[in-house]
């Protein structure tokens, strides 16, 4: 279960699983996986909701099972 966190602890979780990030559109950056065949996007600022991260999860298969959590 999902559960809203702040954008530089999601960011740290995914750098630390091995994820790469480019800038997207005004405050959105594009998040991939090591293995570069998926990618998710996060809202820059502040807290990040529960939904983005279920959703970063999920499109983030590749990812070992609970990386978000640590």
């Known amino acids: 279960m999902a559960k809203p966190m702040k954008y530089k602890d999601l960011a740290a979780r995914l750098r630390a699983a091995g994820c790469t ?33 279920r959703d970063v999860v999920r499109k983030l298969e590749c990812l070992p099972g609970g990386w978000w959590q640590r």
């Open 21 to 53: 990030s480019a800038p997207g559109r005004g405050d959105h950056e594009k998040w991939y996986c090591p293995c570069g065949q998926h990618m998710a996007v996060v809202t820059r600022p502040g807290t990040v909701s529960a939904g983005v991260v």
